[in-house]
Structure formats: structure tokens, C-alpha cells
T-cell receptor, first 117, second 115 residues
Framework: AQTVTQSQPEMSVQEAETVTLSCTYD???????LFWYKQPPSRQMILVIR??????QNATENRFSVNFQKAAKSFSLKISDSQLGDAAMYFC??????????????FGTGTLLAVQP | DGGITQSPKYLFRKEGQNVTLSCEQN?????MYWYRQDPGQGLRLIYY???????QKGDIAEGYSVSREKKESFPLTVTSAQKNPTAFYLC??????????????FGDGTRLSIL
């Protein structure tokens, strides 16, 4: 069974600085998708960025980028020029590309990011 | 604007009572999901449905039931058999894609507590 591990329960960053959130996963599959979701105090889950495992190029979305290391099964999220609105819980998630009962998101336990003014 | 609407925002359950959480989407998505969120445990899948009139158990389905009579609606019933129902419940949907590339979109959630 696949697992997702986020080893940093809490992180803090100064406004305008850069922070990296870690995520590792365990799978025997070669084809899958990885996601980072943000959950602000409003509790709505918002997709931040996603990565297809077959793509070597790291995904980027404005100030958000990932460092995808397939061999190491690592998927970290880098937030550049941090803003107060980035303060939230961040979840890393895995999704198999095989379908059927495996077509579900498997979430890590989350990292709570605080942004200091 | 398209989106997912969950209601109510807060819900209280008495002992031995069944309660139903509503989830409606107007995104024309085929697949819908229910997750439970507990502190320190991330999100866990309760049930999911890929098409109307079909649904599958997730990892923690015991004590819950669902129905999918319409594409737009996927209500979750928390039965009296669920002994620890206090949690935050999130509904999600996604387009059906054979490559499973489509991300899931989430509602705002329902917080359920025991009276």
C-alpha cells in the first residue's frame, strides 16, 4: 500500500522569504500523480500544484514550485516570496494512475505553515 | 460560478441518531468523494462514486452510508454505528478521466460533533 509522509508538523517563515516543505512517499508503482493542497483557516482544500510522475521537469505555479526526485520518492514544495496569505496547513497527496480501487488520493498528515510579518 | 456546496457547516448528533451531510456540485463532474479529517491524521477516504448509482467503500466506510441517485448529489449518512463521528467531513469531486490525471475539487466541509 502506498503511504505519504510529511515529517514537518509545523514550519515558520518570514514574509518575503523562501520556505521548503518536505514530502516523501512509498510506492511500488511507476506511474502516478503527486499533489500539494493548501488548507487555510477557512478549511477549504485548495489545489496548489501537481506533478505527473512520468515528467522529469519540475512543476511550477507562480511562486510555488516542486522538487520531484522520483528515485528518492521525494516531492518537496518551495514557496518563494512568502506572503501572509500563504499561512495554512499544506497537505501532500499521492494518486495512482492505475484506476479502480486505487483511484483515490492518499494524504500525508500535513504541515502547518506560519508566516511572520 | 461552479463549485461544491456542503451543508450544513456545523452539525450536532445525539446518541443513537443518524445524520446526513449534504454535498452538491455543479461542475458536471462524474466522480465524487467523501473524506474524514481528524487532527494529526490528514484526510481519509470514506466512500467514493465514479458514476451515478454506483459507489465504493474507501478506507474507513464502517458506520457510514452513501447514495448517488443524481450526478450532482452525493449525500453521506453517519449512522449510529459510527461510535466516534466527531470530525471534519470534506466532499470532493473530479472529472472522470481514464488517466486519473484530474485533480479533485473540494467543498468547504461540515464539522460534526456529538451532543
Amino acid at each position: 500500500a502506498q503511504t505519504v509522509t510529511q515529517s514537518q508538523p509545523e514550519m515558520s517563515v518570514q514574509e518575503a522569504e523562501t520556505v521548503t516543505l518536505s514530502c516523501t512517499y512509498d510506492t511500488s508503482e511507476s506511474d502516478y500523480y503527486l499533489f500539494w493542497y493548501k488548507q487555510p483557516p477557512s478549511r477549504q482544500m485548495i489545489l496548489v500544484i501537481r506533478q505527473e510522475a512520468y515528467k522529469q521537469q519540475n512543476a511550477t505555479e507562480n511562486r510555488f514550485s516542486v522538487n520531484f526526485q522520483k528515485a528518492a520518492k521525494s516531492f518537496s514544495l518551495k514557496i518563494s516570496d512568502s506572503q501572509l496569505g500563504d499561512a495554512a496547513m499544506y497537505f501532500c497527496a499521492y494518486r495512482s494512475a492505475r484506476g479502480g480501487a486505487t483511484n483515490k488520493l492518499i494524504f500525508g498528515t500535513g504541515t502547518l505553515l506560519a508566516v511572520q510579518p | 460560478d461552479g463549485g461544491i456546496t456542503q451543508s450544513p457547516k456545523y452539525l450536532f448528533r445525539k446518541e443513537g441518531q443518524n445524520v446526513t451531510l449534504s454535498c452538491e456540485q455543479n461542475l458536471n463532474h462524474d466522480a465524487m468523494y467523501w473524506y474524514r479529517q481528524d487532527p494529526g491524521q490528514g484526510l481519509r477516504l470514506i466512500y467514493y462514486s465514479q458514476i451515478v448509482n454506483d459507489f465504493q467503500k474507501g478506507d474507513i466506510a464502517e458506520g457510514y452510508s452513501v447514495s448517488r441517485e443524481k450526478k450532482e448529489s452525493f449525500p453521506l449518512t453517519v449512522t449510529s454505528a459510527q461510535k466516534n463521528p466527531t470530525a471534519f467531513y470534506l466532499c470532493a469531486s473530479s472529472p472522470w478521466d481514464s488517466t486519473f490525471n484530474q485533480p479533485q475539487h473540494f467543498g468547504d466541509g461540515t464539522r460534526l460533533s456529538i451532543l
